[in-house]
């Protein structure tokens, strides 16, 4: 490469250049250009810095795509139709054990709450938890003795929760809600064995 | 990089070299090597003068470019006196050919360390001491400017189709020739020369618009 005075190399001389791929006859007389011309000294400065940083981003996206391309062969060979039948049969295995576990297993004993009751409505109401067994006590003293009395929960509106039958013990029907009730408010209806309303008990659950 | 120059890329493929950019400054007209031998060889100090003042910046380039920073001003004027008393013993016979000598003797000037690098570390293996290693290694602040470059370089690569990026690194980092990678890729030579320009432009682009931010959060 011979330049004339005020020439200047051209940008794909001297990428080929930056990159060391110029063929010798070009490179001398490239370089006793880039002696005494500062221009191209700059450019060529420029040329390199690129160069370098594109192999530099180059390489370093490669090894990220190679290690990527690593984990992923890693985790296709690992699961191979076999190994992934043997893993799924496993898991099911798994499941179906903790599923029999889950339904043998006695629900998580919560300890019953217990309440007396011995107010009535217009009186201020017992409070009890939410969702949480409850062991009621209602009071029945003045109140006619019967060999057994009926129960009625009902709520706010009046609709019927539960109801069942208890005797009388030391001056009090006790009855248990193993379900316990949603927050609201409830009253407790005491009836005689014929169907006679005797008391009402407010109960407010939280 | 706000220095680069993009307009070029776009440019048809040119041959070797190129007319004055008329943009840029103008490459410097040939100085008359004859008589600057002449003054050279009878010790005139303006001599001396124009001599250093044509070729330092380009030695000075050159061995930097090579043999890294350590020591350089030092190589520098080690290739100032060989050319001299050469010069003086008349071995440069064809004046007119002085760019083409002071080349030589930089080349030379290059081999030699480099060959005495490698003569010194074959001389002390296995000596307890270490080896006095030139230092090739960029400054923190080189190392930082690379850094950067080399991120943008990063997200110009990942902004850019899988094909154009494989186009990219097969030329950059696998060294493979324009012709190869064009046979290899179905490509002519039109579309990946485009695609280097533009990849250029766009670095040329993030380094500019870096660059306007930093000094925008400078002046904030």
Redesign the interface.
Known sequence: ?Q???????????LESYA???LSEP?V???????????????????F???????????????REDESRKTFWTRVSEALTVRRLTWALALMTLALVVLAVRLSLSPPPSIEPFAIVLETSRGSQAQHAPARRPLDLSLDITALPAFPTYQLETVDASGRVQTQSSSTASQGRVKTSLAKGLRSGNYFIRLYSPSGELLREYGLQVD | ?A???TE??HAP?????????PT????????NWTDLVAKIKLDDQSGMEDLYR??S???R??LC?QLGPQDLEDKVHDTFLIVVQAVRRGELREPERL??F??TV??RQVAGHIDQAVHSRRQQVGLESGTAVMDLNRDPEESA??QQ??????R???SISKRD?EI??RF??L?Q?QQEICTQMNLTETQFRLLKSR??AR?GELGKRRLARRGALRFA
């Open positions: 490469m330049l004339e005075p005020n020439e200047h190399i051209s940008e794909e001389s990159l060391g791929s070009l001398t007389g490239l370089e006793e250009h880039l002696l005494i011309c500062p221009a191209c000294q700059d450019k060529l400065r420029e390199d810095a690129y160069v370098a940083a594109m192999r530099g981003a180059a390489a370093r996206l490669d | 990089m220095g680069f120059n070029a890329l493929q040119e041959t070797a070299v190129t007319a004055a950019d840029g400054p103008a490459a410097p007209p040939g100085p044509i070729f910046r380009g030695v380039f050159y470019r760019m083409g002071v080349r930089v080349r400017i690379h470059y080399e991120e943008i370089a990063r110009v690569l990942n990026r990219l690194t950059y980092l060294e020739s990849a250029k670095f």
